[in-house]
């Protein structure tokens, strides 16, 4: 018999799994009499799956499919042991199991580089923003990344194309891969309550009482369809205790590593700052707990302005917000981005490298043709996978 079954779906669990069955559609159609509960029906049938005892694996569709290499198209429950024991099933019937993974939708003619195509399509389902859905689907479209690399196959590229594209690479890079903005300020500055109210559910715990955070509290969200991780813990304040000072060890720490700080100043925390130096020293927190590293941006915020009594903004801070009102916090996101990436919505139009492989590709492509190679050989070493250039 020469019916080839296999999977259509990746790997794990999902909403759904599918698996196609190809070759002879009459074979195709006697093996389905004995795996299917239902008679055949033109289109669709709803059916269960059963194994060799009649007992039912899953219900499903059996779609009868339109175009080859597939004559049928078997959708089932998310859950790869379904998957595995139908495909099992269809093999005991005499199917041979392609582990190739066929495409269920072809790439037309005018194809993009399908590697790339196969990079976007696939990370589909890792982001959570419509429009890094959007972006995704232009960067496996011929207008976006997918497109150029095709372009390339058949057209050389100058090295300042190459170069222009290669300089789309951070803000590409950035809708596919967490920033990391870490949450600073002295205890009851309001960063728990900011985390939660810009994660949108209640993460860090939110008490009156000074040094309710000690751990890190680690949190993904999305603002404007970038990912973002966001770090809260322990806030400065006189003398804390064992466990908050373990706790301020972990935010340095996670300074040193983040890619943003924000600073959040409390009005009572201002008061402070602008008393004059001798007054200072009785109360006051060390001055060195703010010092940040000099390569992390830091953007200071007048935090809980709704008891901000003035309507100026402090020199020393960039804006004000109040996460219990909701004033300021639309420009903070706004600023975050812009701070992080120069701008503050998701790239449109033309081709953005979305993964670090395409920048290291685009960098060697570079310096290909500044050599004066065509860069084919690069071009082709990178679809192929091969990493000599
Ligand atoms: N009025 C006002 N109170 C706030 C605001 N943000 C936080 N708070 C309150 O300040 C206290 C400390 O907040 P919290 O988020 O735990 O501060 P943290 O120590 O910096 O994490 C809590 O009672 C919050 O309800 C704000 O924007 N306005
Ligand atoms: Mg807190």
Redesign the pocket.
Known sequence: MSISVCSLSGPGTSALHALGLAGDRSQCESLLQDLLSQPLKGGATYTEFLDAAGQSIDDGLCLSWPDPPFQFVLTTHGSPLILEELIHRCVELGAVHSAGSDQIFRVPEEAVAEKVLGQALGRLTEVISPEACSFLLEQASPSGFAGVVEKWKTQAPSIDEVREVLDRGLLGRAVMKSSVVVLT?V???????LLNVLVGEDRSI???EEG??RDLVVASTQINGFPLTLV?GA?WRESPGLIEEQGLLRVKEAIRKADLVVE?IPPARLEEMNLEDSQKEASSIPESAFVFPEDVPVIRVL??C??FLSTALPPNCDLAI???TGEGLGLLEDQILQVLYGQATVPEGGPYPFLDEHVIFLERLVSALDSGENGQVCLQDYLEGVNRC
């Open positions: 300020g205890t009851n500055a309001g960063k728990s309550t939110v008490t009156p309710t955070t809260d806030g959040l935090s809980r709704d008891e109040s996460a219990k």
